[in-house]
């Protein structure tokens, strides 16, 4: 009641002013106004000013009284000196229903909400004045069954924006209804910078912002003239459409409403300038807001539809909920992008269930089969059932390197919770207190988990290790094939590289290779193993040689060497102050080789590396001098097929146990052996070692 009598003092007192009473009001600042707008950070957002002309004229169309919505309504946009930002100018002309003066009142009106129900927000304006440096209007309409002209000038200032002029045949003296927007010369150093220059990148732009308008026939004709270069709309576009009726029907979406999507199967050349190929049109009161490439929702790198097979989809969406919250530049929506993501995704799920249901189902069949192919070559990543694996993964995932990329966090968390299980179990027992009853339960569940995953672990460990025998097999076979032909030398050095990378020293920092071998095909200990030098010189070896000479692998530290640690990754430094005193030297010969000339003696090789070595210091681990002793003991092998002159060579050689190697002891001065190891020996030793984890991983050799 109190307030009441106020505000009615107030009246009165108003009323009995002879001068009236002049209350406070606010004072518009445009130009602070429009320097507050987000400048451009793209192409797509400095052309946002041009499209909100176009967008403007395609309402100015539909607004048209109906004895005039006979006549094709048209949009001409013609653009001049496009790469010259100082002397760029657009006309964008339309045959619309004119600036008449109840929208003109609307253009004097900043945010006005006059086309509030068509999701305008009545800014769009500003973004001419901020994006270029002139701006003029002029409009042909009937006012009364009478044609009249307006021209003004759109000016970026406090005092007066709107300038008109009387002119008798206006700026461009068109003569029939419509109004025509003329902008000039790019303002700011952002629209300068961002606004396409070449046409084809325009064209890109402009088709992909409108592309919905057109696909769905919202967008009157439109005619683009770049320099005298004619593009026409939507003509560019619906050529491009091969299949029109892929429409999903209205669906809900919880919490946001009623949905449906109108779908195109489209030429690729349709997602050109957009990011992606498949796309989702968000649009708001019919007009493209937002789009959005949905390649890895929709699965399917193409569709299919009028017998090809090379499609893209094009998806417009529409709903209410959309159109009440467009911006005010109308360039995305007030919604929060976790929403936007799950409207996406929901649109997509739809049209995957209705119009593209059939060839999802050939997906589908498709795509388990590659994560079966995928968890067979790669067993560590089978941690759960297929239908929960492929769930985490991209529906687009179809590559070894895709599901690995969508899995790995799901095992990373997997062995974190089971490594933290483990732990919590030794700090209870540690800590002294009581036990729980369940420990017993909780206990067996943390082992039986670290179980699978160390035989996954395994499992993968195993399927490699099968891999590179069957290699080395057909290596050989082929090596062997080829005896005495030139062209396959390479193959022979192959063999070699394949079991450890030629030319490095693998305790080499620098040198990423020595990682990269399967010294375990020679013996188990050598895993791991980066005290190694393979092919390399003796003088780039050894501390004080200056022999040129090199052996084709030289293990040191034999006993401990076999798992040697690098210190500067934390591991156990070496003990440079011991001499070594075991080293293993190793010959590849090559497979099926049955010439040896008489100075390529077997023992005569092998001794004068090891004199070569003795009493020699390597340069290990950070550059630190590792002595060899004088009584080292070396063990020497020589991979090679015992034909023709080396069968020769070693026919007073003892047998190996097997009866098909050779070893003579070494005597005298120096301690250790020779063994000649035949090639399918090697490898056959190296499956048999492997056999029981083979067989448990359901593996075998072919």
Not at 29 to 50: D, G, H, T, Y
Not at 97 to 126: C, M, P
Not at 581 to 588: G, H, N, P, Q, Y
Request: with cysteine; charged share 30%.
């Amino acid at each position: 009641m109190m307030r009441d009598k106020v505000w009615a003092d107030c009246k009165n007192r108003l009323a009995d002013s002879p001068e009236g009473l002049l209350l406070p009001k606010l004072i518009p600042n445009i130009e602070n106004r429009v320097r507050k707008l987000p400048k451009p950070a793209n192409a797509s957002q400095a052309l946002q000013p041009l499209f909100e002309a176009v967008s403007n004229a395609f309402y100015a169309i539909e607004d048209r009284p109906e004895e005039r919505q006979q006549t094709a309504g048209m949009v001409r946009i013609d653009i001049t000196d496009l790469s010259n930002p100082n002397k760029f100018r657009v006309e964008v002309a339309d045959n619309g229903i004119g600036l008449d003066q109840e929208r003109y009142d609307a253009f004097q009106t900043i945010d006005t909400d006059y086309k509030r129900k068509k999701g305008g927000k009545g800014v769009g304006r500003l973004f001419w004045l901020d994006a270029f440096e002139k701006v003029t209007v002029e409009s042909l309409y009937k006012d009364k069954g009478t044609v009249r002209r307006r021209c003004i000038k759109f000016v970026l200032s406090n005092d007066e924006q709107i300038v008109e002029e009387d002119l008798e045949t206006g700026y461009t003296g068109r003569t029939e209804l419509g109004t025509t927007v003329i902008c000039e010369g790019l303002r700011g150093e952002s629209y300068q910078r961002c606004f396409p220059k070449q046409k084809p990148t325009f064209l890109r732009h402009f088709s992909a912002h409108f592309i919905a308008d057109f696909l769905v026939g919202n967008g009157s004709a439109v005619q683009v003239s770049l320099d005298g270069d004619i593009t026409e709309y939507p003509k560019a576009i619906s050529s491009l459409v091969v299949k029109s009726d892929l429409t999903t029907g209205e669906f809900e979406i919880e919490d946001c409403g009623t949905f449906s999507v109108t779908g195109f199967a489209c030429d690729k050349e349709a997602s050109t300038g957009l990011d992606g190929n498949h796309q989702m049109h968000l649009l708001g009161n019919g007009r493209t807001v937002e789009s959005r490439k949905v390649d890895g929702l929709m699965g399917l790198s193409t569709i299919s539809a009028q017998g090809r097979d090379d499609l893209y989809f094009h998806g417009c969406v529409t709903s209410e909920y959309l159109n009440d919250r467009v911006n005010e530049g109308r360039t995305a929506f007030n919604v929060p992008e976790s929403i936007l993501k799950s409207i996406v995704r929901k649109c997509v799920e739809r049209v995957r269930e209705t119009v593209l249901a059939e060839q999802m189902v050939a997906y589908e069949d498709t795509r388990k089969e590659s994560y079966g192919s995928f968890v067979a070559r790669h067993p560590i990543y089978g941690f759960d059932d297929p239908e929960t694996q492929l769930s985490r993964v991209p529906f687009n995932a179809l590559t070894p390197e895709e599901f690995a990329t969508g899995l790995v966090k799901y095992q990373i968390r997997r062995d974190e919770e089971r490594q933290e299980a483990m732990e919590e179990a030794i700090r209870l027992l540690e800590s002294g207190d009581d036990v729980p009853t369940t420990f017993d339960e909780t206990l067996r569940r943390a082992v039986d988990e670290l179980q699978s995953s160390e035989q996954l672990a395994l499992a993968q460990h195993v399927v490699r290790r099968k891999l590179v025998l069957e290699l080395i097999d057909k290596l050989l076979r082929r090596v062997r094939q080829r005896e005495g032909k030139k062209d396959d030398f390479h193959l022979e050095k192959s063999l070699h590289s394949f079991i450890v990378p030629m030319h490095i020293q693998g305790d080499d920092p620098n040198e990423k290779r020595s990682r990269a071998h399967d010294l375990w095909i020679l013996d188990e200990r050598l895993a791991f193993t980066r005290a190694f030098s393979s092919d390399k010189r003796f003088d780039n070896l050894l501390a004080d040689s200056t022999n040129a000479e090199r052996a084709d692998l030289i293990v040191w530290d034999f006993a401990s060497g076999l798992g040697v640690a690098d210190p500067d990754k934390g591991g156990e430094k070496v003990d440079t102050t011991r001499p070594l005193d075991k080293v293993m030297i190793v010959e590849f010969k090559k497979p099926g080789r049955k010439s040896y000339g008489a100075d390529e003696q077997i023992l005569f090789q092998i001794t004068k590396y090891i004199s070569e070595l003795r009493g020699e210091e390597i340069e290990g681990f950070g550059r630190e001098r590792i002595r060899i002793a004088d009584d080292c003991i070396f063990y020497c092998y020589v991979v090679a097929d015992i034909v023709g002159d080396l069968k020769k060579q070693l026919s007073t050689w003892s047998k190996t146990a097997n009866g098909q190697g050779r070893i003579m002891p070494l005597q005298g001065d120096v301690n250790g052996s020779i063994e000649v190891i035949q090639w399918q020996d090697l490898v056959n030793d190296a499956w048999a070692r492997n056999e029981a984890t083979l067989y448990a991983a359901g593996l075998r050799r072919r």
